[in-house]
Structure formats: C-alpha cells, structure tokens
C-alpha cells in the first residue's frame, strides 16, 4: 500500500467507507440465512478493536472465511446481493483474473495504486475482500511449507499475478493439507490467495466467533481479536502509526451519482 494521498477527499474516503459498510451488512444477512461463518480480518479487525469501526484512512474492508463456507457464498451470493452490489470472481467477471473474490459496489469506483494507468476491463466500485482460510496440522514441517508457499507465491506475483501456473499449484496444494475444523491440533492459515502475511492462528483464537462492534453495528470476529491481531502484527497495534506510516491502497475514489 502506498501513503495516505491527500488528493483524495476525506468526505469522499468517509462516503465510500459507509458504502462498504453496506456490502458488509449484506454479507452478514447472508451468512446468518445461510449458517455460514465469516470474521472481520486484519486492518478491518484492527479497526474494530482501536476505533469501534474503520480506521479513518482506511479504504477496504477484509473478511475471512473457511474454506467450506466461502465456497458456499461464492454460490450463493450473487442472487442474494442487494441491487447496486456485484460479486466479483474470475467467473463472474472475466478481466478480474485474482482468485479470490470481493462485494463491489455501483455507488462508489475505487482506483488503486497498482491500476493508476491501466486499461482495467474489470468492475472498479469499492469493495469487500474475502479470503479462504484452511486449517493445517500444527507441525513444523507444515509451519514450514505455508511459509515457503508464501514466499514463493509473493515472489510469483510481483511481476505477473495473471495465469501465474506455479502460483496456482502452490495455492492448490495449501487446499490438500486442509484438514477441516474437527481437529483441535491444527494451526488457521490463510489460503494463499493474498500471500501479504503468513500468519497463522490457534484454533481456540479464532472459534468461537464472537459478535464485535463495527460502526454501530454487530459483526463476527475471532474470539480472541487481540491474540489474532498480535499474529498479524509486530508493532503495538494499539497505538497509531506516525501520519507517514498511515496507508492506503486508493489512488483515487469517487461516489458515483
């Protein structure tokens, strides 16, 4: 993520994060409907615990799922949306070749760093992320291959994510050491899809989700947010970074009329 831009106008940024806020409203109707399970994740998580909501140069919204349930609303979400919002995977919408898949909104378009100058083909409305996650045996040689898978992913992706085959079998074989949520002795891991931090989580740090503050409304969250947060996080993520440090993916927003 780049710096904070003061180009952009922070009614704009407050504006596009209530639009979010509505994508993440509709997320948890549809996994109550449904009894599937989701929790607030890193800079969205860290929000909830240091502001009762985002945090106040923050431009997206990150959710995990298990991997069982995140399959499960890739097929049911669509058609449960409300009007004005879009799930977008590489099905849905061809261009957009990442393989994880996000709630974009018509209301308001985003343009990140990484895009500032392309020709994007894909929907650019605001978003929620929302990731897979797996539980592994909680061994040092599994430790070590989600490590490596990481690192090896990241270095895959930094000059081509698109149709990177190594990158996809590296993701595909995370999903084989996937061992359910039965197991007590496993270790939560993320699937590998956005490799920024491999971090990984006890079982009774995540289960049993917990309803958490997040702008005035209920969300789930893991059951221990600060041991979840301390995994993700070297810094004291209780106090604000210095106003260089405070990052943002945006270079440009706009509220769509």
Excluded at 196 to 211: E, I
Aim: charged share 25%; glycine share 4%; net charge negative.
């Amino acid at each position: 993520m780049a710096k904070i831009d003061p180009t952009i106008d922070p009614k704009v940024l407050r504006q596009s994060q209530l639009v979010m806020l509505d994508g993440l409203q509709c997320l948890d109707a549809i996994c109550q409907k449904h009894g599937l399970k989701y929790w607030l994740d890193s800079g969205t998580l860290l929000g909830a615990v240091r502001h009762n909501g985002f945090i106040p140069w923050d431009d997206d919204i990150d959710i995990s799922m298990p991997i069982e349930d995140y399959l499960i609303f890739m097929e049911v979400a669509q058609e449960e949306l409300e009007d004005g919002m879009f799930l977008q995977t590489s099905k849905t919408d061809p261009a957009f070749a990442f393989d994880y898949m996000k709630i974009r909104s018509d209301r308001a378009s985003i343009i990140e760093f990484h895009e500032e100058g392309k020709d994007i083909d894909y929907h650019q409305g605001v978003f929620v992320d929302i990731f897979p996650m797996l539980a592994i045996r909680d061994t040092a040689l599994h430790k070590l291959f989600y490590r490596f898978s990481f690192s090896a992913i990241r270095l895959f992706s930094a000059k081509h994510y698109q149709n990177n085959l190594l990158r996809g079998l590296l993701v595909r074989a995370l999903r084989a050491l996937h061992m359910g949520w039965e197991h007590d002795s496993t270790k939560i891991i993320y699937g590998g899809e956005m490799p920024d931090v491999a971090a990984s989580f006890d079982k009774d740090s995540v289960f049993p989700l917990q309803r958490s503050a997040f702008e005035e409304h209920q969300f789930y969250a893991p059951a221990n947010s600060n041991d979840y947060l301390k995994q993700l996080y070297s810094f004291n993520f209780m106090e604000l970074p210095p106003e260089d440090q405070r990052a943002i993916h945006a270079a440009a927003m706009r509220i769509e009329k």
